[in-house]
């Protein structure tokens, strides 16, 4: 079974320039999870989707971030204007089902650098 | 809203012996599941163990067992025999049952393993 992949790996942006990450979730897995996790802290979920639906947005800074999941499949990550706090590792998660009691599989994670 | 503590930052055990990493949490909620996950250096998150908190059997996997104390709204984990490949970061985290069946992390320990 494949896993949760993510692209790219790593980027490196100014700040005020813009940003976008991409994933993949598990086949199958209807729940996407994006999470922001600065160093020394554990993850932040910023959104989480159920098919195409948004379930939660309530910590994503809708000012400058924005996702979606078309189809219900992959999933986009956008920061427009990235600003220096945004430098993190982004991690995209999915899972079965929002019911399931199943955990969450992760991605490798796209490190962001804003300088 | 559920908050998850990890009172230490960094653990560290000699090969072989016996480890073991505190979570607490704060809850009103009866029901949800409990989980810790590994991230090791290249940083993508693995699922260690999870348990379900209408469960009062701890959940174990090999070397990995938990402590859960609901009353106490505790949730350790204990690593037996550690090996090098233990060394990582260990998150706890709670998920809850209401809508949108959010994760919540805690800030991590890292665990340092010791030849």
């Known amino acids: 079974e494949a896993g949760v992949a993510q692209s790219p790996r790593y980027k490196i942006i100014e700040k005020r320039q813009s940003v976008a990450f991409w994933c993949n979730p598990i086949?199958?897995?209807?729940?996407l999870y994006w999470y922001q996790q600065i160093l020394g802290q554990g993850p932040k979920l910023l959104i989480q989707?159920?098919?195409?639906?948004?379930?939660?947005d309530s910590q994503l800074p809708k000012d400058r971030f924005s996702a979606e999941r078309l189809k219900g499949v992959d999933s986009t990550l956008k920061i427009q204007p990235a600003k220096l706090e945004d430098s993190a590792v982004y991690l995209c998660?999915?899972?079965?089902?929002?019911?399931?009691?199943?955990?969450?599989?992760f991605g490798p994670g796209t490190r962001l650098t804003v300088t | 809203a559920q908050t998850v503590t990890q009172s230490q930052p960094e653990m560290s055990v000699q090969e072989a012996e016996t480890v073991t990493l505190s979570c607490t949490y704060d809850t009103s909620e009866s029901d949800y599941y409990l989980f810790w996950y590994k991230q090791p250096p290249s940083r993508q998150m693995i699922l260690v163990i999870r348990q379900e908190a209408y469960k009062q059997q701890n959940a174990t996997e090999n070397r990995f067992s938990v402590n859960f104390q609901k009353a106490a709204k505790s949730f350790s984990l204990k690593i037996s025999d550690s090996q090098l490949g233990d060394a990582a970061m260990y998150f706890c985290a709670y998920r809850t049952l209401n809508t949108g069946n959010q994760f919540y992390f805690g800030t991590g320990t890292s665990l340092t393993v010791i030849p």
């Open positions: 086949s199958g897995h209807a729940t």
């Open positions: 989707f159920q098919n195409n639906g948004v379930v939660d």
């Open positions: 998660a999915s899972s079965q089902r929002l019911d399931s009691v199943g955990e969450q599989y």
